[in-house]
């Protein structure tokens, strides 16, 4: 069974950064690419990154670009959101997703996603 | 960036049919896929590729459409069906649409 289980989130100021983690188990976690989707609190999704299987690409959405990073260990099974200079407008519930090319590159697998707040 | 539109919201009775429209700002081809997430859950793959019902799912759900509009159907509409329903597309960057409310009455 896949299993995604994100952590690391919580309560920051602005301008500070924070690290989350997704430990992906039950697949070949070395052999799929991962991305990373977040919602602000009653609003809908935005795609925010994605690494290859190996790490040769990462993709970023315009708004995050810059100063978050994608990252992925597959010796661990973890996928890694690194998150600098937060904002307010980072405030979300971010969830860790599995590219499921057997459907066409739908998000078929999430976690439970760990919620971000961003306040002073 | 490719823009998906969809209607904010809806209000059907059980067992009554609806659909659920969602426009592309370009084509997607057949490249898109369409969720279910009611509140604190996350978001649950009903359909992708446009059509193809996922594993698992009910067969009221369907969908149908390729280039810039597509449709969700349910039919017929249970209680249970209340939740947010979005879209998303993986021709370019994936990109999600704003979501619609379906309430039933």
């Known amino acids: 069974e896949v299993q995604l289980v994100e952590s690391g989130g919580g309560l920051v100021k602005p301008g500070s950064s924070l690290k989350l983690s997704c430990v992906a188990s039950g697949f070949t976690f070395s052999s799929y690419g991962m991305h990373w989707i977040r919602q602000a609190p009653k609003k809908g999704l935005e795609w925010i990154a994605l690494?290859?299987?190996?790490?040769?690409?990462?993709y970023y959405a315009d708004s995050v670009k810059g100063r978050f990073t994608i990252s992925r260990d597959n010796s661990k099974n973890t996928l890694y959101l690194e998150m600098n200079s937060l904002r307010s407008e980072d405030t979300a519930m971010y969830y860790c997703a599995k590219e499921e090319y057997t459907t066409d590159y739908s998000f078929a697998y999430w976690g439970q996603g760990t919620l971000v707040t961003v306040s002073s | 960036d490719t823009v998906l539109t969809q209607s904010p919201a809806l209000a059907v009775s059980p067992g009554e049919r609806v659909t659920i429209s969602c426009r592309a700002s370009e084509s997607v081809s057949t490249g898109m896929h369409w969720y279910q997430q009611k509140p604190g859950q996350q978001p649950k793959l009903l359909i992708y590729g446009a059509s193809n019902l996922e594993s698992g799912v009910p067969a009221r759900f369907s969908g149908s459409g390729s280039g810039t509009d597509f449709t969700l159907t349910i039919d017929p509409v249970e209680a249970d069906d209340t939740a947010t329903y979005f879209c998303q597309q993986s021709w370019n960057d994936p990109s999600f649409g704003g979501g619609t409310k379906l309430e039933l009455k």
């Open positions: 690494i290859y299987y190996d790490s040769s690409n990462k």
